[in-house]
């Protein structure tokens, strides 16, 4: 998620560690070992002020563990002022069977706690993205890596399956194109969390592609060029 320029600092990390701390989550492994991975991949062995230290400085990432030892990645970057949460494929599903429940849950927990941290750190964009559906739709973008808001007026040129947007930029954001099935939830301070699905166990990569294609073509119909220009 995209927070306010130059707002990641040590007492927002410990806001967010915080909140993970509510949702179950804990940066102690099993073994109670803190994990701190460095940019050029080496483990480090942290103390609770190292880590808060190196993710106020975008110079390590981490682990937070739940108590079924189910580890969730989090990272920063003080350049783009970004808190990123990431989950291993190895814990999802991708077919809406009961058996996914267990999955169901986590993601459930997972993206009520970024909403939280939203919410908390003043955010002022941010998705929840599956790494599958993104390479469907990844050539096509002008900034396929970019986590900036869209200037006020426009849609996001890239949705997410859930995107958040402050009260402002969502009030200010024309509607999304006829025939698009998106629900939209408001938080206590008014932004916006836009759900383009309800079961994250089913998860389609191609109608995430189709949804974009249409979505970008409805949004230069209308005359509202994506971020960077339009692309023709």
């Given at each position: 998620m995209s927070l306010p320029p130059g707002s990641l600092t040590a007492d927002l990390v410990e806001t967010v560690l915080a909140l993970a701390g509510n949702a179950?989550?804990?940066?102690?492994?099993?073994?109670g070992a803190i994990n701190g991975f460095q940019r050029e991949g080496d483990l480090l062995l942290l103390d609770h002020r190292e880590l808060v230290a190196g993710l106020a400085a975008g110079t390590?990432?981490?682990n937070l563990w739940n108590s079924e030892g189910v580890d969730i990645w989090l990272a920063t970057d003080p350049e783009t002022s970004a808190v990123v949460l990431s989950l291993d494929s190895c814990w999802?599903?991708?077919?809406?069977?009961?058996e996914a429940e267990p999955y169901r849950r986590l993601h459930g927990g997972l993206t009520e706690l970024w909403v939280a941290v939203a919410e908390r750190t003043g955010a002022l964009f941010g998705r929840?993205?599956?790494?599958?559906?993104?390479?469907q739709v990844y050539p096509s973008l002008t900034k396929p890596v970019s986590d900036?808001?869209?200037?006020p007026g426009r849609r996001p040129e890239r949705m997410g399956w859930w995107t958040y947007v402050t009260a402002e930029l969502y009030r200010r954001m024309p509607p999304l194109p006829p025939g698009i099935d998106a629900t939209v939830r408001r938080?206590?301070?008014?932004?916006?969390?836009?759900?383009?699905?309800?079961d994250p166990a089913a998860v389609d990569p191609l109608a995430f592609?189709?949804?974009?294609?249409?979505h970008g073509t409805q949004t230069r119909l209308a005359g509202i060029d994506p971020p960077g220009g339009s692309r023709r």
């Open positions: 179950g989550l804990s940066p102690h492994r099993p073994d390590i990432a981490t999802t599903w991708r077919s809406p069977v009961p929840v993205e599956d790494e599958w559906s993104l390479e900036a808001p869209p200037p938080t206590a301070s008014g932004a916006a969390v836009i759900a383009l699905l309800d592609e189709r949804f974009h294609l249409h």
